[in-house]
């Protein structure tokens, strides 16, 4: 067999394996998720919640804005606390305060330390017995408990209502007045938050741990990490010495085995492009993604800005008409919806030329296509501002409003619309691709990946429609990660290296079989830890200890490829240099430099940073997450969509003079920004909590009290340069852009004889 051949079948065997498992361990999380009770009982058997207004208060969770708005579990917003870990602290607190009043003192606090202790026993026992009966479907609380919850559902009843008294902690927390108007709601919305926080501190039955693997750090009833996320941790990082130490070897026997060298192409071999009316019809993709960039930059500024202020934007009271949880929605979903544009818009350019093929009526696909695009980010958009001003209704709220699940916010209808226009959109990429996957055709496996690759990304996004409005939370983030991670992370990332080896190939800097067999073996290691480190996103999300053992195994490999990305960057870098005809792609091989950069330090070193398990455990939540998030999504998929952009205006635009100081100052503002972002606010801050979940607790890493310190306001504020440098370079990019259409300068096509002197001369 060929190597070609080898390395695909290798290829099938790793995907199938590892989505076998994957299934596998979706299936444990099912049988395993913490119970749903049918009702919660004081031993006095007074009824305390009923499973209905458990459900009814998650309803309002994801109305408001669910994970938008604070955490549940970890995963959500960082201004407003992770609502678990917070309700699950003043429980605690409630219960310890009444029993040190029945002995006199004025609080736990006023208490000895000997008599501290002896409580403090008496609550670990209190709060981790479990006591759910599966036959009745039963949680039987304790006299304290139940009294300890009413006191603290009414302190959420006034938070989530108008009470003047809760102002200033509604301020510190970026949450409108009347987040939840309705008081019914209000008080259902505890029951959520109760089981959330039950699920956190409640033992396994016949177990040790709680059913989110002792998540989070509580102290006061011994939540710590379990010896399972030290043992994985470890084995995390053996991981991934072994990965990196493998990958070396390869690198080592295989270096200098490569074809000879052969000669360069003298002219731009793309010079002969055809551009199709369907190629020339993706122009408004670019625009359109400018847009919704630009807009996402600003609903960015605002949401950090809401730190500092709470409820108001430089005086003016912007939460009444966009509250932060909006904000942070749109923000968030938009990051996703301008990169997503990129790809669908490079994938029907691209498409048409690399099989030289026109389907008919494919210019009507992609107009249509666009249309529905245009349509689904209005439509949804308006339906979640409708959700979390409260006057959608919860009935809708499912379909059309606001789903509560970050990255994955779009009510229903909406989600079912984008899957269909992602069938489409493989649709037209298929028919177009089709003369070129005939066999026999050349670069068939190359574009073979591209196309599998379009198929997974057009299908796989129907993970978003696994779920239904009462699935359990577990399972919802089992394959809410399917979304996040596979179809971003994963298949996105593949349909990316097989396009820029499709372009190098093509531009005649590679040889084809040195391509193809470098894509694939490139698949291959991603996948490896790709798919299995899905699991690492879900250590506390009601999961059993086998997914935190995958998790953190596969996940440590997803690191072994970016360690020697700087052999791709420094590769990358000698292409560029190849010929002088070169210089015409000079930017879009510039944001692919920097791809390879960000890949290594925001995927690379931010991200397992986060990733073993004993990290996950104290970091889950902190600022030391979107530090991860910012580097990778920006850094690795934004640039990359930059550069696809780039790319493609080249060949729409071929006979045009690019403005080579605007494309400068955006690269280099985008780069900067983005460090100064990272290293003046995310990083000092994330570890300032990370000390302080250490030391007192996750809950009051999150806490008012932590979060609205000065120096926490100062390193917000510290956003300001690197955010206005990042904004600059934006500005800049779409300045240029309109400019090609605007005031365009001809400087013509060097002819082929031109471009082969100047090659020579250089050669010489």
Known sequence: MTNTKKLWISLAILLVASFSVLLLMGREIYQKAPPMPEQVVSTSGETIYTRADMELGRRVWQSMGGMQLGSIWGHGGYVAPDWSADWLHREIMAVLDAWAAEEGAENY???????????????????????????????????????????????????????????????????????????????????????????????????????????????????????????????????????????????????GREEEPHDLPPFDPMRGTVVTPSMSATAKYFWVLLALFLVQILLGAITAHYQVEGQVQYGFELANVLPYSLSRTWHTQLAVLWIATAWLGTGLYIAPAISGYEPPYQRLGVNFLWICLIIIVVGSFAGQWFAVMQTLGLENNFWFGHQGWEYADMGRFWQIFLFIGLVLWLVLVGRALWPALRPGAPGRSITGLLFLSTVAIGLFFGAALAWGENTHISMVEYWRWWLVHLWVEGFFEVFATAVIAFLFTRLGLLKLQTATVAVLFATIIFMAGGVLGTLHHLYFAGTPTVVLALGASFSALEVVPLAYIGFEAYHTFRLSKATPWMERYRWPIMFFL????????????????????????????????????????????????????????????????????????????????????????????????????????????????????????????????????????????????????VRPRYQGVPTEEEERAATTKARA
Request: some cysteine.
């Open 109 to 255: 606090a006023a208490l000895s330390p000997e008599r501290q202790a002896a409580l403090k026993g008496r609550l670990e026992e209190l709060f981790r017995t479990n006591t759910y009966e599966p036959a009745t479907g039963t949680i039987t609380l304790a006299e304290e408990r139940a009294r300890a919850i009413e006191k603290v559902s009414g302190h959420y009843e006034r938070l989530f209502g108008n009470d003047p008294a809760f102002e200033p902690l509604r301020e510190a927390y970026a949450m409108k007045d009347d987040t939840v108007p309705d008081a019914d709601h209000r008080k259902a919305l505890g029951a959520f938050f109760w089981w959330t926080a039950w699920a956190a501190g409640t033992e396994r039955p016949g177990d040790t741990i709680t059913y989110t693997n002792n998540w989070p750090s509580e102290p006061l009833i011994e939540n710590r990490p379990p010896a399972s996320s030290f043992v994985w941790s470890a084995f995390s990082v053996l991981f991934l010495l072994a990965g990196i130490g493998l990958l070396g070897w390869h690198y080592a026997v295989s270096h």
């Open 594 to 741: 920097a791809v390879s950069f960000w890949n290594l330090v925001g995927a690379g070193l931010f991200g397992f940073l986060i990733n073993p398990p004993l990290s996950l455990y104290y970091m889950q939540g902190l600022n030391l997450t979107p530090l991860h998030g910012h580097t990778a999504l920006f850094g690795v998929y934004g640039m990359l969509g930059i550069g696809l952009v780039l790319f493609c205006l080249r060949g729409l635009k071929p006979e045009l003079a690019w403005n080579e100081g605007l494309l400068k100052v955006s690269f280099w503002s985008f780069n900067v920004g983005l460090a100064m972002m990272a290293l003046f606010t995310l990083l000092p801050l994330g570890t300032m909590q990370l000390i302080e979940a250490i030391n007192n607790g996750y809950w009051s890493a999150r806490s008012a009290e932590f979060m609205q310190q000065p120096i926490v306001d100062l390193l917000v504020w510290m956003r300001v340069p690197g955010d206005t440098i990042f904004s600059i370079g934006a500005l800049a990019l779409v300045v240029f852009v309109i400019g090609l259409w």
